[in-house]
């Protein structure tokens, strides 16, 4: 008697989203372990006053780290179907270019920068919207077909 197939075939899509996403759940960790993360003393709830660095370069508070995990999370349980996985990485995607162009539009000194982002984070947050993007339309092309074979 031959066992059911209960492996499950992710696509391309799916497989991005939980890669970022797993990504997101470590860099949300890193942020909460001192050494990975400089002046860890001075880590404030959010807040510009925060003076912790992830890796020495990217400004973190906790806010900040929770929005990291509760990302990585949303990646994971997204993944589970090609379209969200697709959803997730786009708007994804938006959500950063937009915190890029409020990293740019904000005074770095002010209450505004309640995230806390620096420099370092602008163009990451950046290259983190072009990337997403770019991957969920790259790999999210053949959505359609991949959803016409599977029922979900």
């Not at 002046?39 to 929770?66: P, R």
């Not at 708007?91 to 904000?106: P, R």
């Amino acid at each position: 008697m031959s066992k059911p197939d209960t492996a499950t075939t992710r696509t391309p899509v799916q497989l991005a989203a939980t890669v970022v996403g797993a990504v997101f759940l470590l860099v949300g960790i890193a942020g909460f372990i001192p050494g990975i993360t400089t002046d860890y003393d001075t880590l404030q709830f959010a807040g510009h006053m925060s003076e912790a660095k992830l890796l020495g370069v990217f400004a973190v508070s906790i806010l900040h780290n929770i929005v990291h995990l509760a990302f990585g999370v949303a990646g994971l349980v997204m993944a589970r179907t090609a379209r969200n996985a697709f959803l997730y990485l786009v708007a994804g995607g938006v959500i950063y270019l937009l915190l890029w162009l409020y990293g740019l539009i904000i005074d770095h000194d002010s209450s505004a920068n309640f995230v806390p982002v620096n420099t370092a984070d602008n163009w990451l947050h950046l290259l983190l919207a072009v990337g997403m993007i770019g991957l969920g339309f790259a790999l999210g092309r053949n959505l359609r077909a991949a959803d016409g074979r599977r029922a979900r």
